[in-house]
């Protein structure tokens, strides 16, 4: 079996080169024994850096490391929903890799990764490390809270959800339902409306100021962080600040214009955002991106 070994995985991650199979099982082992300890909303403590959506773009994130600091000295809270091609299991494995324990350091709570069968075949020659990815995906946490008063998760509110405690009780070790709770905190969106109303997504569902404030109130938060949503400036305040929209992937689709950001919130409860814009290396890789600027743009962003 190969040994536990993050800094050289890390080493290995940061010039774009993909783990061993070998290594990828063990890894995978490690932080899925880790997740099995873990509450559906694993408590953080400050200072720490809550990033959105990254959406498989590899260089990115190494920028997004690069502005916020490599772990360990900095912690993170990854509220990605899905990891996408050309480079899915780069990210894959460098944000397992920067996960709960060790170097594996900081979990990604609320998230939904996605890794193609086809690439791992194409990659490792078999399916063996897409079913020991998806064995981690299905126990990662569905959100985080820090220091008792922030709540960040992947997409937002469900109408099936008052209480934090209603969320914990969750069974999170299966794929993401087609409707429902787990559901909704995946999927839903905050927007324009009274209460509740039905999302164009088909999945979640839209809700307001009132619904943000009563659940804030009722759990005591003082600010929900989510992502899900592309967001041109790469944050975005609603509900007199009651909720923020974090988005992590600069240019998303190596098109899009938009910048990116990571907000730290500090010992004191202060917050911060940097904002920033694509990594300088994805000059050199535009011929890998051309797969990414063709069809339409999906509208689940």
Not at 55 to 74: A, I
Not at 279 to 299: F, H, I, L, S
Request: glycine letters at 6%.
């Amino acid at each position: 079996m190969a040994a536990f070994d993050p800094d050289k995985w890390l080493a290995q991650l940061m010039e774009c080169q993909h783990l061993p199979e070998a290594d990828m099982k063990v890894l995978c082992e490690r932080v899925r024994s880790i997740l099995l300890e873990e509450s559906n909303i694993q408590p953080v403590s400050s200072p720490v850096t809550i990033c959105g959506d990254i959406h498989g773009q590899f260089w990115d994130l190494l920028e997004l490391l690069r502005k916020g600091g490599m772990v360990p000295e900095t912690s993170y809270i990854f509220m990605a929903r899905r990891l996408r091609r050309p480079w899915t299991l780069q990210p894959g494995d460098r944000l397992i890799t920067a996960g709960p324990e060790g170097k594996v350091r900081a979990p990604s709570p609320s998230s939904y990764l996605y890794v193609e069968i086809d690439e791992c075949q194409q990659k490792y020659g078999s399916a063996l490390v897409w079913k020991a990815c998806c064995s981690v995906f299905d126990y990662l946490n569905l959100a985080a809270i820090i220091d008792g008063e922030t709540l960040c998760v992947h997409g937002g509110l469900s109408p099936d959800i008052r209480t934090l405690d209603q969320i914990r009780v969750l069974s999170r070790a299966q794929e993401i339902p087609h409707e429902g709770a787990f559901c909704d905190l995946m999927w839903s969106d905050p927007d324009d409306v009274e209460n509740w109303a039905v999302s164009p997504r088909g999945a979640g569902w839209l809700f307001g100021g009132s619904v943000t404030r009563e659940f804030n109130h009722v759990n005591s938060l003082r600010l929900i962080a989510r992502a899900h949503q592309l967001v041109q400036e790469g944050y975005k305040y609603m509900f007199d600040e009651q909720l923020v929209t974090v988005w992590s992937a600069p240019n998303y689709c190596y098109r899009c214009g938009n910048m990116a950001s990571i907000l730290t919130i500090r010992e004191d409860g202060e917050r911060s955002f940097t904002v920033y814009d694509a990594a300088p290396e994805n000059e050199r890789d535009k011929g890998m991106q051309r797969t990414r600027k063709t069809g339409n743009m999906p509208y689940f962003v």
